[in-house]
């Protein structure tokens, strides 16, 4: 069964950090790309970053460049996202998923075909 699992939320304040992790597990991701996307209520879900599985290329959302930095363990099948100088905008359901991109649009999240249950995070003011 594949999966992949997130972790990491939390409630933290403004200008405070966080590192997600989302561990996957069920097949091998050689060629796919984890991507971190986060959906705010009442909002569109929305691309933050991206990876290969081989880690040699990233994708970063221009809003968030600067603010956030996607890594891998591919020993621990886990992909992570640290992000820093959080703002309350930021509070969002985040989730992981994976593509195998085969040339879409790895910023599109219609593109992802497996997702995680999301982690909540909250910035407070």
């Known amino acids: 069964q594949v999966q992949l699992v997130e972790s990491g939320g939390g409630l933290v304040q403004a200008g405070g950090s966080l590192r997600l992790s989302c561990a996957a597990s069920?097949?091998?991701?050689?060629?796919?790309?984890l991507g971190w996307f986060r959906q705010a209520p009442g909002k569109e879900r929305e691309f933050i970053a991206a990876?290969?599985?081989?880690?040699?290329?990233?994708y970063y959302a221009t809003s968030m460049k600067g603010r956030v930095t996607i890594s891998r363990d591919n020993v621990k099948n886990t992909v992570y996202m640290q992000m820093n100088s959080l703002k309350p905008e930021d509070t969002a359901v985040y989730y992981c998923a994976a593509t195998d991109a085969r040339g879409r649009d790895i910023s599109n999240y219609n593109n992802y075909d497996i997702w995680g249950q999301g982690t909540q995070v909250t910035v407070s003011s």
């Open positions: 069920g097949r091998t991701f050689t060629n796919y790309y």
């Open positions: 990876i290969r599985w081989s880690g040699d290329i990233t």
